[in-house]
């Protein structure tokens, strides 16, 4: 039998284990990740090159294009404030499930519990969103033509086959450890930032015409015209809000870097620079990219009128070369942008699983011993994903219901950090706001609380539907079947300490040929 590393007295216990110990768990995945990858796969998660596609139409039909030359702005500052308390609360306590942990220490386990619950109902959302967004529009109007496949013959059957299979085969990468993981999502962060620039500069070069850019702070309301996606509606502000929708759905995901901390190095110091990093780089590249895509546009009123198919419009202008390149790189980008979302989902899983609070808790919390990946984890979460997908007009709700759900999931805890700074929560990480700290948790819970609202909008009602339910549903279980008396949440205070000997034993065991 091997030793174990934390019996060998030339290798001490890392500053990430000694963090990871303090809060009562072990070092069961494997902490192989760097900064930049941790970066890279919440980077991956908002992929401009997806949501900012499948989501614009929203903006568009809104309020035109004011809707995206200033919504993605307005849009943007509140996702910052957001991030930036998030990433406070991330560095002092770097745990995967991070949303959850950090909900039950700030506000109570019971505060816990329903944060864990919004945010992984919202995480399957967006690996179902995300996966149906790489089907259609991306397969089916860009890929299969190049096949030689009509897109008009693909079936229900077609997609679900499609959407399991490319799944599944994320489920598979992420089961064969974090170190294959990192290397796709890796990749994808140059590539996005290399698609990106090379749509970006194509679509400028073969414009039609010349560039008008008063079209980006002209507010026109198209709602209730043909082709919008949002029912008429005079309320200048409200339809602007609407629009906020095309950042909300971008812009959201970043958590995945706090699910993924324990297997980053340097975790109370990496973890909330990915989170800042990566909102920061997508808001600016993002920007540069609907503009354009609202600049080379032949017309406002025509591409509300096309709604998803804009996008192969304006491909359509550029020479065919470059048509398939794009449309190859941007497909790419996605699948590995849904991979991304997988990982962060079953982490989540995992995380609450060790805690006791899902079903079957007992199972899927195991971690693999050779790929130190949480494997049961991995392949329910990827089940549950393509389950969510068969709901018939699954996109629009899952895409809304997804970017709501997991809002409501980063505002709980920063909310309840409002509180519990300097009592409860009296230690910082690297990344402290200091003076700022509660007036930035002030703000950001305003503002998500705003982008919450946006996602609720007709014809998005299912949503607050899908919201109010889960709340009655969690209720009933908290209160009514016992949930309240035997979930202990995470360990806290004494039951920390009860935990060391565990965690050893945990440990060794994991560390066995």
């Known amino acids: 039998m091997s ?62 294009g004011a809707s995206v030359g200033l919504g993605w702005l307005v849009g943007s500052l509140f996702v910052l404030l957001v991030a930036a308390a998030m990433s406070q609360i991330a560095s002092s306590y770097p745990t995967a499930g991070g949303l959850y942990h950090w909900g039950s220490i700030l506000g109570g386990r019971g505060y816990g519990w329903v944060t864990a619950w919004f945010n992984l109902l919202g995480l399957i959302f967006v690996v179902a969103s995300v996966n149906f967004g790489v089907y259609d529009p991306f397969f089916k109007t860009l890929i299969a033509p190049l096949l030689g496949i009509a897109p008009e ?5 077609h997609q679900t086959l499609f959407i399991a299979a490319i799944t599944l085969s994320q489920a598979w990468l992420n089961h064969l450890g974090i170190k294959t993981t990192t290397r796709l999502t890796d990749l994808s962060g140059y590539l996005i930032f290399f698609v990106s620039l090379l749509l970006t500069v194509s679509l400028l070069i073969y414009a039609p015409g010349p560039l008008d850019f008063t079209r980006l702070f002209t507010f026109t309301n198209f ?66 990219l609907v503009s354009v895509f609202v600049l080379t546009l032949p017309s406002i009123g025509e591409g509300v009128k096309q709604g998803m198919g804009f996008f192969s419009a304006l491909l359509s202008q550029l020479p065919r070369t470059l048509q398939v390149t794009l449309g190859i790189g941007v497909f790419v980008v996605n699948y590995i942008c849904g991979l ?23 199972q899927l919390k195991q971690v693999h011993p050779i790929h130190r990946t949480p494997g049961t984890a991995i392949w329910v979460s990827a089940v549950l994903a393509i389950a969510a997908t068969l709901y018939g007009d699954a996109f629009i709700v899952l895409s809304t219901a997804c970017a709501v759900l997991l809002y409501i999931s980063y505002v709980l805890p920063i909310a309840a950090g409002i509180f519990a700074e300097g009592r409860s929560w009296k230690h910082k990480g690297p990344f402290n706001l200091y003076s700022w700290s509660r007036p930035v948790a002030v703000l950001a819970t305003i ?57 050893r034993e945990i440990e060794r065991e994991l560390e066995k040929p």
């Open 340 to 362: 991304a979302c997988l990982t962060s989902t079953s982490r989540m899983v995992y995380a609450f699983a060790r805690d006791g609070g899902l079903p079957f808790s007992h």
């Open 223 to 288: 709602t209730g015209t043909e082709g919008s996606l949002w029912p008429q509606n005079q309320n200048a502000l409200l339809v602007f809000l609407s629009g906020l929708l095309l950042t909300v759905y971008t812009l959201t995901g970043y958590d995945a870097s706090a699910h993924t901390s324990e297997e980053t190095h340097h975790a109370a110091h990496n973890v909330p620079k990915g989170i800042m990093l990566a909102v920061l780089w997508s808001a600016l590249f993002g920007y540069i």
């Open 447 to 503: 503002g998500g609380a705003v982008l919450v609202f946006v996602g609720i909008q007709p014809p998005n009602e299912k949503v607050l539907h899908i919201s109010l339910a889960l709340l009655l549903v969690l209720g009933v279980f908290w209160h009514l079947l016992g949930v309240k008396k035997h979930f202990k949440g995470p360990p806290v205070g004494a039951r920390i300490g009860a935990h060391q000997a565990h965690i």
């Open 153 to 157: 013959n693909l079936t229900w059957t």
């Open 3 to 64: 030793k174990h590393p934390h019996d060998n007295a030339q290798a001490p216990l890392s500053e990430d284990e000694k963090q990871l110990h303090s809060m009562g768990y072990a070092q069961e995945l494997a902490r192989r990740m760097s900064g930049f990858s941790n970066f890279a796969i919440s980077f991956s998660i908002i992929c401009i090159l997806a949501g900012g596609i499948t989501a614009f139409p929203a903006a568009l039909s809104a309020g035109g």
